[in-house]
């Protein structure tokens, strides 16, 4: 057999969806499991997007769309950023994708070139830094450390800028830290992406999932919205992950470019989940905001129970559905603490590696997951550490 190409080497993974398999693979032997891994929510799409999608079906919303999407659906998509960010938005700096991972995937393979270096969150979303390093870009680590509420050091960022920094990545409310970053820290970042000429991939998929204050986007700082890819999408706030819907808002210069990468890898997105998204944005956002509240009584739950934990102590998350607790007092390393509550405890949750170097000490759990469900969660790891 031939050898795989060796840019395979190099590409990650999302350790959440191979941690559920085992999780998975556990529960075929008779254990019950509680998942506190996987990032999703744990409703239902709301039923009147549903009825959307099946109506779109019987309508014929069947065959392919233009690669960067329906023109009703960027125009909505246009519609609802503009009066989200209170700003002009045109449909055609809208590109639709299947999901928000092609558009981290394209603003790399559309902007970097071997050497360019991304500055990038660390602990972050895993994807950022295997999609630089498959494009040949050099990843730049900007830790984001527990002392600074898990929002990055604005001069240590700084002091990483160099003359082969090409793109900063940003995401707001934070995957898995559920940390958000202050408006004057956006406002720095901005002034160091308009002094080094760089480009900036905001990632806003949680831009609903906010438990105090509202949303703001780097877009809304003068001189950024022509050098940002705004990174969105339905998964979220419409419990919509398996409809592999997303959406980028892009400078003029990007839109071609991320259009004919679509024609050369997905062809185009979905059109009868084009068409649900649609009701999605236009429709009642009743379930968005029931949602979201469900979200932060679980988060009150899952905060104080961890924190009743000895050798444990975690922050309260302002915004995402993670909880990323210390847990460097149990005396384990993010690998052990994560499989001993895997074997030993039945909860499936992450090491903080799994977002990269600067997780170790660290786990996450998502609150996705019911209050009844949480609470047996936090008192099986409980009683699991203390029989060790």
Known sequence: MNKLASRMGILGTETAFETLAKARALETEGRTIIHLEIGEPDFDTPEHIRKAGKKAIDDGFTHYGPSPGLPEARKSVAEFVAKRM??????DNIVISPGGKPIMFFTMLALVEEGDEVIYPN?????????????GGTPVPLPLNEEFGFTADIDYLESRITDRTKLIVVNSPNNPCGSVI???????????????????????????FYFDGAHTSITQIPGMRERTIILDGFSKSYAMTGWRLGWAVLPDALVEPFSRLTTNSVSASTTFTQIAGIT??????????????????R?????EGL?????????????????????????????????????????????????????????????ANSEENIGKAISQIKAMLTAR
């Open 299 to 303: 988060r009150t739950v899952v905060v």
């Open 123 to 135: 602990p972050g979303f895993p994807i950022y830094e295997s999609m630089i390093n498959f494009t």
């Open 86 to 91: 209170d700003y002009e938005v045109s449909p």
């Open 307 to 367: 924190n009743s934990i000895d050798g444990i102590s975690c922050r309260t998350p302002d915004g995402a559905f993670y909880a990323f607790p210390n847990i460097r007092g149990t005396g384990m390393t993010s690998q052990e603490f994560a499989d001993a509550c895997m074997y030993d405890a039945n909860v499936a949750l992450l090491p903080g590696t799994s977002f990269g170097e600067f997780g170790e000490g660290y786990a996450r759990l998502s609150f």
């Open 280 to 297: 999605a944005l236009e429709g009642t956002q009743q379930p968005v905001v029931d949602m979201v509240s469900a979200f932060k009584k």
């Open 182 to 208: 202050p408006h004057s820290d956006l406002e720095r970042i901005a002034a160091l992406a308009i002094k080094n000429n760089l480009f900036v991939l905001s990632d806003e998929i949680y831009h609903d």
